[in-house]
């Protein structure tokens, strides 16, 4: 059976954009390349002193892993060396990443990413990913990139996807013309197509969210998790709950099977937890090409937002529409304020 390789459907699909001059083309294959270096280090991360923490914390305050910054190393050169990417947000950076060189400065797009997300469970070798969104810069090409390439609404997205790292290793993207998968294959270095028109289904029995914060969480959260409990489907049996801990992996799962992942507003984190421009954008992308929904549990779509700063956190509700629908019901009788912090003190 002949196999289509990530570069080859690249390049394929390139004709879908007609004045496509393989800018966009040659910057997804080198996020590829990346995919293929990190996981190098990832499937053997415990064989090598790159596990454990780089006695570091990134902007959010978080622990960094040896493998965080490998990942987000490799990714900004790998980007950077494309030359059509002129600037890179990133979890692990503060500011955003821009370059003095001339060639990257004629880049035409910019990257928010979170280059490796669910690090928590790289020590305990639980999957984990990587995360891009890219957008067509609003700055000047020849210039910097500047913030403002950065703070454009996930509707403007050009293309987004994630890899997992998990039993395989797989890249899922959009560039608006529905979502493919590729798994990589090792014997030949390739990430070759195995999931083509991935669509969620409407409906689904997997709910995702942490449910050690169950009393923190908004009482129309609750009462949604209370219904998920509940009997009363036509199986009989109460929904499944599955929760890793890994956005993409809860992600992936749901993508195909269905379901729906929730990160609400909590007394912990009263804006949500995960970042809108490098985990919540791209993911939506991904589900809204898929036939699913993304929105902030107030009927808001995420990728309609506006966003204020690099490293927003937005709540995140996302899955298959008939699922979003209900949750969202909940949310509107019973309530979205999270409780006070002070409850808790
Ligand atoms: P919690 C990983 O740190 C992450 O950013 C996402 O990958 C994941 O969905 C979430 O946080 C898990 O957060 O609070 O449930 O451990």
């Known amino acids: 059976m002949s196999v ?3 570069n080859e459907f690249i390049i394929e699909r390139q004709s879908d954009f007609p004045y496509a001059k393989g800018e966009l083309s040659r910057l997804l294959t080198h996020i590829g390349v990346a995919a293929k270096v990190v996981n190098r280090e990832v499937n053997k991360a415990g064989l090598v002193d790159i596990l454990g923490d780089a006695g570091t914390d990134n902007v959010q305050g978080e622990h960094q892993k040896k493998l965080d ?3 987000d190393e490799k990714f900004i050169a790998s980007l950077k060396a494309s030359g059509e990417c002129c600037g890179i947000a990133s979890e692990e950076d503060q500011n955003i990443v821009t370059f003095d060189e ?33 957008f067509r810069r609003v700055s000047p090409v020849g210039h910097k990139a500047s913030m403002e390439d950065f703070l454009q ?16 290793t797989m890249m899922v993207y959009t560039t608006g013309r529905g979502v493919n998968g590729f798994t990589l294959d090792p014997s030949i270095g390739e990430f070759c197509l195995s999931h083509p028109d991935i669509i969620t289904p409407h409906s689904g029995i997997i709910y ?7 009393i923190k969480f908004p009482e129309g959260v609750k009462k949604y998790i209370k219904h998920c409990q509940k009997k009363d489907i036509p ?6 709950s599955r929760y890793i801990g890994s956005l993409v992996a809860d992600f992936h799962r749901n993508l195909l099977k269905g379901g729906i992942f929730i990160y ?3 007394a912990g984190y009263p804006s949500g937890k995960l970042r809108l421009l490098y985990e919540c954008n791209p993911i939506a992308f991904i589900i809204e090409q898929a036939g699913g929904k993304a929105t902030d549990g107030r009927g808001n779509r995420i990728m309609d937002i506006k966003p204020e700063s690099l490293h927003q956190r937005v ?3 996302v899955g298959s529409r008939n699922m979003l629908n209900k949750a969202e019901e909940f949310m509107r009788k019973y309530g979205d304020k999270e409780p006070d912090i002070k409850e808790f003190q």
């Open 264 to 266: 609400p507003k909590t």
């Open 153 to 168: 609404e996930g509707t403007k997205q050009v293309a987004a996807g994630y890899i997992i790292y998990g039993s395989s």
């Open 235 to 240: 199986t009989g049996r109460p929904y499944t």
């Open 102 to 134: 001339n060639l990257p400065r004629q880049g035409k797009y910019i990257v928010s990413m979170d280059p490796l997300d669910g690090s928590s469970n790289i020590d305990v070798n639980v999957s984990i990913g990587t995360i891009f969104s890219i």
């Open 315 to 317: 709540p995140f509700y």
């Open 208 to 214: 995702s969210i942490n449910e050690g914060n169950y």
């Open 69 to 71: 910054i490998y990942a």
């Open 4 to 6: 289509t390789t990530l």
